[in-house]
């Protein structure tokens, strides 16, 4: 099939950043473009060949959309899996397909899954509703401390609490939910997997991930990660068992946990271009985005390695602003070298809500991360 300059369109459900920066990859390829989104302002509307308004969990607006496109990929995992699994039935390629979508967007299917397949990960248990797993703290089945997860629509922290008090408890959301035992962990890890229905698969380099205490959200991502080789090399043979046995197709992303003992834990996946990789646009010789495109296609894929080290910051919302956005002392970071802003098109900022993100590439990793301490520090995310 010829995608280039052609009658082929790709259809993208979510008109997020991942799907602006998507974008920037197929305009490069001159490869036509539907996106379906619910927000009339999502940032992905002017750079897509046609935009339409409408409801990602809509069983009819995910159908309807996907009739009309010759492959379906996501930016975004809660879109209706149902309609999905109807397309591919009538000969639409959904890349991801819907039974493995299905298996993502439920962290207990996840674990489930994982726990099925052998793939290293934490202890839990899944509880249908808070009464649930009170009872279990109650019975002593559940020790505190633990990680509490809501099963669905979590994103960027939210879903995800530490529970050590029954006053945390007391806080959680009344949902379907799992109770994760915490792991000591020395590192949080991520590695981007690509596969092509070909079956050719490549891996990233491991990346380090800090976070941010409160928000519960990635503040660096660290590429190379700094660990020992012979862990790195676990990390990316993990993620590979963990996207054969979800038989993906694009691009997975595996977060996971380095453990005291050098263990590594699988802690979730998505199956998308992924924050972990956002590095990857400067740093890389293929960017995660041309990446997933290549392997949704079905072409040769890129080279994963790295030309430079890069850091990743994201641009935040500041606590107590809300508003029109206003990026404080942006041309202050723009001097530094080594240093690409990526504005992503929200026009109202709120407390932690991701507004973008800052590349720091440098031949020297220690620099890089320097550098963007000192980028952290300058640049205000605040509203007028």
Not at 32 to 60: I, M, W
Request: a negative charge.
């Amino acid at each position: 099939m010829n995608y280039f300059s052609s009658d082929f369109t790709l259809g993208i459900l979510g008109g997020g950043q991942l799907g602006k920066m998507l974008l920037s990859e197929t305009r490069k390829y001159d490869i036509k473009t539907h996106v379906l989104d619910s927000s009339a302002d999502a940032p992905s509307r002017l750079a897509c060949n046609e935009f339409f308004q409408g409801d990602l969990n809509d069983y009819e607006a995910v159908y309807k959309f996907g009739k009309n496109v010759d492959v379906l990929t996501i930016e975004i995992e809660n879109v209706n899996v149902d309609a999905l699994e109807q397309l591919e039935k009538e000969g639409i390629k959904v890349y991801p397909s819907a039974e493995s979508l299905r298996i993502i967007q439920n962290k207990g299917f996840q674990k489930k899954f994982y726990k099925k397949n052998n793939i290293p990960t934490a202890s839990f248990e899944t509880f249908a509703s808070k009464e649930e797993l009170n009872q279990a703290v109650t019975e002593g089945k559940v020790q505190f401390p633990f990680v509490w997860k809501s099963t669905r629509f979590g994103y960027d922290g939210n879903g995800v609490k530490v529970v050590r008090t029954t006053e945390d408890l007391a806080n959680i959301a009344d949902t379907e939910c799992i109770a994760e035992v915490m792991i000591p962990f020395k590192n949080e890890l991520a590695v981007i997997v690509a596969r092509n229905p070909k079956g050719e698969i490549k891996t990233y380099p491991v990346v380090e991930m800090e976070f941010h205490p409160e928000a519960n959200q990635v503040e660096y991502v660290i590429c190379p990660a700094r660990i020992a080789n012979e862990v790195a090399e676990k990390a990316r043979k993990v993620a590979l068992q963990v996207a054969d046995a979800l038989k993906i197709t694009g691009l997975l992303a595996v977060e996971m946990f380095q453990t005291q003992d050098d263990e590594i834990l699988v802690n979730e996946v998505a199956p998308r271009p992924h924050n972990s990789g956002h590095y990857s646009i400067e740093a890389s010789y293929t960017s995660q985005f041309e990446q997933h495109l290549r392997a949704i296609l079905n072409l040769p894929l890129g080279r994963t390695d790295s030309k430079v080290a890069g850091v990743m910051v994201n641009l935040v919302g500041a606590e107590g602003y809300k508003g029109n956005v206003v990026y404080k002392n942006i041309e202050k970071i723009m001097a530094m070298d080594g240093v690409t802003p990526h504005i992503y098109g929200k026009r109202e900022t709120r407390p932690f809500r991701k507004m973008g993100h800052v590349t720091i590439i440098d031949e020297n990793i220690s620099k890089a991360r320097e550098t963007a301490q000192k980028v952290k520090e300058t640049i205000l995310v605040i509203s007028k």
